[in-house]
């Protein structure tokens, strides 16, 4: 039987604020986010939702954290030419008309109407702008180097670093495995932080906050020995 879900509107400070998930429970369906603000609306804190879950539960709230690769179709009321479907580039933006590139992943679709808006009041009165997430394909990290089957893998629940290298079908002989480099996205898609992690030190010493949980986008990168040794330029 399919279950149709709405979540009812919301007021913050006067304004408003809609939003509403339809979808059909099933198998096979994909659960779809919209979000609607005016010109200026108050700002949700960005936090993931359901965590440990399955892939299909984890985007059923309105706090879906945006990233790579996901498909938006942004509508400003009333105007045909600002309205368009756009995926998040690896960069983790979006290019719409007048405005230009704007930051999407690390937020919510609220958060992104609230920016897209206060923009175009550049250009026009009081713009109503609506954000539907048409695809959530960002639920990937990316294990790259010198592991034994590097490539993208989905994140179906909690998953740590050495799970993802085990996922990865571990290290190459050659890997140079106290070196390892996770590279993720800032608050609000702003720039790559650097985080390092020894596999000897999570696993023989004390070292165990090491074992990071990994976030959609996460880019987990082994490099070789003979990288790790050559002279920097």
Known sequence: MNVMIFLGAIILSGNFVGLALAGQVDPVSKPILIAAASSATASPSARHGGEGAEKSSLTVTPDYIMGPEDVLEITVWKNA???????????GRISLPL???????????AQLTEEISARLKSYMENPTVSILVREVNSYQIYVL???????????????TLLQAITIAHGFTQVAARNKIVVFRFGKDGEGLNKIKASY????????????????????????????VVLPSR
């Not at 405005?99 to 679709?109: H, K, L, Q």
């Not at 180097?145 to 998953?159: D, I, M, R, W």
Request: net charge negative.
């Open 200 to 227: 000897d030190d999570i696993v023989l010493r004390d070292g165990s906050d090491q074992n990071i949980e990994l976030k959609p986008g996460d880019q987990i990168v082994v490099p070789s020995e003979t990288m």
């Open 145 to 159: 180097g010198e592991v034994n089957a590097p490539g993208k893998y989905p994140l179906k629940s909690k998953t």
């Open 99 to 109: 405005i230009g590139d704007v930051s999407a992943v690390g937020r919510t679709a």
């Open 81 to 91: 030419d600002l309205s368009k479907q756009v995926q998040v580039r690896p960069d």
